[in-house]
C-alpha cells in the first residue's frame, strides 16, 4: 500500500485545505453541467435544431463519461493527481468557451466530449482526494460537507443562467472564469494531494463494481431515481392533478431535503458500525416514501413534507456509498473504485429514465412511484443479502 496514503487515512486531522481543494473543484462540476446543459439547450433550440438532434448532442455526455471512468485512474497515475485535475480544468473550460465560436453543429460533438471527459475525471479524482484526506472518523462528514457542496453547485448553475440569460458571450466567459478559479485551491493544496502507485489494483477496471458492490449498487440506484425522478416527476405531478408551478416547488423541496440533510447523515454514517445498515435504511426510506405518493398526492403541505425528508435520505446513498467504498479501500484501489462509483451512476443515469417511462405508459401515474420503489427493493435485496453472507462466513471462521 503507498505509505502516502496510510499515514493520510490514519491522520486523526481533518486535512481542510487538501479537502477544500478538492471540493472547490468538484463545486465547478456542478456549476458547468447545471449550466452548461440548459444553455446549451436553449442555443440549439434557438438555432432550429431539432429536439432529436439535441438529445443526440446530450448523449455524448454519458458517453464520454463512461469512456472516462475507466481512464482516470491510468492518466492520473502517469501524470500525477494534481497535474491532471489541473489538466482537465482548464480542458473542460477552453472545451464549454469554444460552443460560442463554434458555428457548424458538428464541431459541438467533440466539444461536449472533450468537456465532459474532463468533467468526469475531475470527478473521480477529486472523489479519491477528498476520501484518501479524509480520517476515517470524520469521513462521512467531510463527505456529507462535499455533497451539499456539490449540489449547491447544482443549484447555481440553473439559477446563473436564468440570471444571465444565453445571449452572447457572458455565459460562455463567466462560466471559463469560474472553471479556472477552481485551479487556484488545487494549486495551493498540491504538497497534501494523494498519490497512485502502481501496486495493487490488478484484474481490471470493471472488477471493482464487484469488490464493493454495496456502494457501487447504492449510487447506481441514486443516479436512476435523480435522473429518471427529476426527468418526469413534472409529468407526474401534472397527471395527478398538480400545476405547473406546484409540481416545480415539489421538486425544490427534494432539493432542500439533499442540500440540508446531508452532512447530518454523514455525521451519523461516522457513528454507526457497518455503513451498509445506514444504507438499507436510506433505501427503505425511499422505498415507503415512493409506496406512499399516491395515498399522500392530494394533500400538497403532507407530499412536499415527505419529500423533503424523502430527498435528503435517497440522496446519502450517495454520501453514505462513498464513504463506505473509502472505507473499504485505500491507494489504486480508491481510485479505480472512485471510478467504477462514477461509471455505476452513469449507468443508472441511463436505466432510471427508461424504467420509470415504461413504467408510467403501462400503469399510468402510479407507475412512477412503482419504477422507482423496484430500484430501492432491488437494492434492499442485495444489501441484505450481503450482510447475510458476511454473518455467515463470520461464524463458519468462528
Known amino acids: 500500500m503507498n505509505e502516502t496514503i496510510r499515514e493520510a487515512e490514519s491522520d486523526e486531522r481533518v486535512h481542510w485545505r487538501s479537502i477544500s481543494a478538492a471540493i472547490a473543484s468538484i463545486s465547478v462540476v456542478g456549476i458547468a453541467i447545471g449550466l452548461g446543459i440548459p444553455l446549451l439547450s436553449v442555443i440549439l433550440e434557438s438555432r432550429g435544431y431539432s429536439s432529436s438532434m439535441i438529445g443526440l448532442n446530450t448523449a455524448v455526455a454519458g458517453i464520454a463519461s463512461i469512456v472516462a471512468a475507466p481512464l482516470a485512474t491510468p492518466i492520473a497515475m502517469r501524470f500525477g ?21 463554434a458555428g457548424a453543429f458538428w464541431m459541438w460533438f467533440p466539444l461536449r466530449a472533450i468537456l465532459h471527459f474532463a468533467l468526469t475525471v475531475l470527478f473521480i479524482l477529486s472523489e479519491f482526494w477528498i476520501s484518501a484526506c479524509a480520517p476515517p472518523h470524520r469521513r462521512g462528514l467531510v463527505l456529507g460537507v462535499y455533497a451539499t457542496v456539490l449540489s449547491l453547485g447544482f443549484a447555481a448553475g440553473p439559477w446563473i443562467f436564468s440570471q444571465i440569460g444565453s445571449d452572447g458571450f457572458l455565459p460562455f466567459g463567466l462560466t471559463f472564469g469560474l ?55 413534472p409529468v407526474y405531478g ?17 432539493g432542500l431535503g439533499n442540500v440540508i440533510l446531508q452532512i447530518p447523515i454523514g455525521m451519523i454514517s461516522d457513528r454507526v458500525r457497518d455503513r451498509r445498515t445506514l444504507l438499507l435504511v436510506c433505501a427503505a426510506t425511499g422505498l415507503v416514501g415512493t409506496l406512499a405518493m399516491p395515498w399522500i398526492a392530494g394533500n400538497w403541505h403532507v407530499m412536499a413534507g415527505m419529500l423533503f425528508v424523502w430527498g435528503g ?29 462514477i461509471f455505476c451512476y452513469g449507468l443508472g443515469m441511463i436505466l432510471g429514465p427508461q424504467a420509470i417511462g415504461i413504467f408510467m405508459d403501462v400503469f399510468g401515474p402510479n407507475g412512477f412511484g412503482w419504477a422507482l420503489a ?23 471462521e468462528a
Not at 491532471?84 to 480544468?89: D, G, N, P, Q, R
Open 81 to 101: 493527481v494534481v497535474w491532471t485535475m489541473l489538466a482537465m480544468i482548464f480542458a473542460g473550460a477552453l472545451a464549454f468557451v469554444g460552443f460560442h465560436f
Open 238 to 254: 401534472q397527471r395527478i392533478g398538480y400545476s405547473e408551478g406546484d409540481a416545480a416547488m415539489l421538486l425544490t423541496m427534494i
Open 179 to 233: 472553471v479556472t478559479l477552481a485551479s487556484i485551491p488545487v494549486l495551493l493544496a498540491r504538497a497534501e494531494s494523494p498519490r497512485i502507485v502502481a501496486e495493487g489494483g490488478s484484474g481490471g477496471f470493471f472488477r471493482y463494481i464487484w469488490i464493493v458492490p454495496t456502494a457501487t449498487a447504492a449510487v447506481l440506484v441514486f443516479g436512476a431515481v435523480e435522473t429518471g425522478g427529476f426527468a418526469l416527476f
Open 313 to 341: 435520505v435517497v440522496a446519502a446513498l450517495y454520501t453514505v456509498g462513498l464513504a463506505h467504498l473509502g472505507a473499504q479501500l485505500s491507494g489504486r484501489d480508491l481510485a479505480s473504485a472512485n471510478a467504477a462509483f
Open 374 to 396: 423496484v430500484f430501492f427493493a432491488g437494492y434492499m435485496a442485495l444489501g441484505l443479502g450481503r450482510i447475510a453472507v458476511k454473518s455467515r462466513l463470520s461464524r463458519s
